[in-house]
C-alpha cells in the first residue's frame, strides 16, 4: 500500500521586516504538525518560504542602493537561519524569485488567459501601498482608510489585466458549504461565506508602477502582482514542472496554515485561480489567531516586537515552541509574555517533566547501578498507569489529526503529572529497602522507564531538542526520528537489562528578579500584618514554649480545587475544606505541583494565621511543605479533613 501523504504549508514570508514572534508561532505549528505527521508513518512535505516580489521591497532596495535581490538574498538568508535555530523541518523553502517558480506562475497565467478568466482593463481603485491591497469603499475602516493598517488609502488608475474572479463565486460557495472542514476555524469559514456573499470584484493581476516580479507573458511592461504570484508558490514547490510524480503524490495540499488575515486570499482568490487551471483544491484552509504581547498588537512603533532570536538565545528552542504550542488554541489570539513564558518553563519543563526524568534515572542509578530490569509483577497501581498511557496515546492521536495542538499538550503533561504521581503512590524508596519487595522496585522503575519513552515520543514535534536528549538518557538505542506512533501503542519498548545514559538536567528553572520581588513583597505584607504577634510568641534565645506554641491552630484540610494564580511564577490558589468550613489560601507552590496533582491531598494548615492577600488574593491561612532546600513537597496525611493536628 503507498503511503499515506501529507503536504502542510505556511504562508510565505514577506522580507520586508524581520521576522517577529508571530511568524515563528506560525511557522512551529506546522513544524509540530508535519514532525506529528512523519510519526504517524505519512510521507510528510511541509513547505516555507519567501514572497520576494512586490513595490515595497524594490522602494526599500533602491533606499539602500542595493538591488532587489541583493536586498532579499541577505533578510531571506536570515529567515532561514532563524528557521534552523527553531528546529523548523521543512523540506523545502520557496522563494518567489527563484526561476522555478517564474515559469509556473508565468504558465498559470497563460492557461487562465487561455481559458477567458484573464482580460486587460483599467483598474482605479483604492489601493493601500504599505499592504499592497486594493479596497472596495465598503471595506474601508470608519476612517477610510486601509481595514488591515488603516493608514490612508489613494486612488489610483492604470492598465492592468484581471483575473475573472466573479466567475467562480457560485462554484466556490457551493464547494464551501458541502466541505465543512475546507475553511477552519468556523468563525473564518462563516466570514468568508458572507464575503462571497457580498459579490466578487474581479481580481487585478499586474501592475506597471514597478518591475521587481514576474513579467506578464507577452507583455514585459507589467509585472505579475502580488497574490496571483505568491499563492503559486503552493503549487511550484510541490512539483507541477518540476517533478509531477511528486506533484501526483502532494497535490492538493492538505493544510495552508495561515494568519487569519490573509484567509480570505487563500480561501477565495487561490481556489479560483485553481478551478480556472482545472486543478483540484487544497483540502484546507486554517486561520491562526494573532500573537499579542502584553495584551496588545505587536508594531515597530509601539516598540513591542518581539524578536524569536533573541528569545531562543535567552530560553532555547524548545522552551519557546512549548510555550507558542500550549498556551495559545489554535484559532484564537493568543497573548505572549515574558511572564507567562517563564511560568511555564519552570512549572511545566523543569519542574513537571524535567522531575519526573530526575527522579527516574536518579532511582534506577541509585537502585539498580543504572540498569532497567524487566517487570516481573503488576499491582492495580502498575495496571492504571499502563491504562493512563494507553489512553495518552489514543487520544493525542486523535486530537493531532485534528490538529487540536494545545488540548493534546494538556493530556500529554496531566499523564506527566500522573507518572510523577506513581512515584509518590509506589514510593520506591520504601521498595528499595526491603529486598523480599526488589520484584516490585523494579516493576515501577521500568514502567517509569516506558512512561519516559512514550512521553519522550510524544513530546518530539513540539520539543525536537529535548526529545531525542531524553531518549539518549533512557538509554534508548537508535535515533528517536525513526521511531514510529505505533510504537508506543504497546507497553514495553524499554529492553530490560538496558543501561541509562548519562543524566543531565533538561530545563534549569528560570530564576526572576520580579518574581522573587514579588514573592517578597507578599512575605513583607505577611511580616507587617502581624510583627507583633510573631515577636509576642518568640522569647529571648529564640525558643517557644508549648504554650506560644499551642496558640497555633494546626489542622488536616483537604484540597477540594487548585488553580494556578495567573501571571506568577509560584502561586497556586487553593480551596480547602476543613470539613465543615472552607477556605481559600494562596501557597507558593505552583513551580512544584500541578493543578490536578493537589486535588484530593490532605495536608496541613495553618488555619489561624492572619489573613493576608497574596497578588489581590486573600489568603486565609498557610499549608505546611519541608524542604531539603532542593526539593520540596507538602506535609500530607491520611486523616480526615478537620483533624486538629498537635
Ligand atoms: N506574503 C504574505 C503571505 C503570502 S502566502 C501565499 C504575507 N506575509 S507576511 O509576512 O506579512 O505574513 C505572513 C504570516 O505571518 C501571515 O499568516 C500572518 O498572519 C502571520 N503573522 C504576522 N503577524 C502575526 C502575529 N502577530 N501573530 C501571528 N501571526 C502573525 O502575508
Redesign the pocket.
Known sequence: MPNKSFYIT?????P??K?????A??TTIADAMARFKRMAGYDVFFLTGS?EHGQKIQQAAEKEGVTPIEYVDKIVAGFQALWKRLHISNDDFLRTSEPRHHRVVQEFFRRAKAKGDVYKGEYTGLYCTPCESYWTELQLDENGCCPDCHRPVEKVSEEAYFFKLSNYADRLLKHIEENPDFIRPTSRRNEMISFIKQGLDDLCISRTSFDWGIPVPDDEKHVIYV?FD??T??VTAAGFFDDPEKFKKFWPADVHL?????VR??SII?PAILMSLDLPLPKQIYG?????VDGD??SKSKGNVVDPNLLIDEFGADAIRYFLLREIALGQDGNFSRDALIGRINADLANDLGNLLHRTLNMIGKFQDGVIEAATTKSATDEALIADAAELVAAYEAGMENMEISPVMKKLWAFIGRANKYIDETAPWALAKDPAKKPELSTVMYNLAESLRVISLLISPFMPETAPKIWAQLGMKGDIWAVRLDDVKTWGGVSAGQHIGQAEPIFPRIEVEKEEKGASGAKQEKQKAAPKQEKKAETADGVVTIDEFKKIELRVAEVTAAERVPKTDKLMKLTLTLGDETREVVSGIADVYTAEELVGKHVVLVANLKPAKLRGIMSHGMVLAASDGEKLRLIETELPAGSVVR
Open positions: 505556511t504562508p510565505i514570508y514577506y520586508s521586516a521576522l517577529h514572534i508571530g511568524h508561532y506560525c514572497d497574490w505568491a499563492l508558490n503552493y495561515v494568519g487569519k488575515e490573509i486570499f487563500h487561490w491562526h489567531g494573532w500573537l499579542i498588537k505587536m
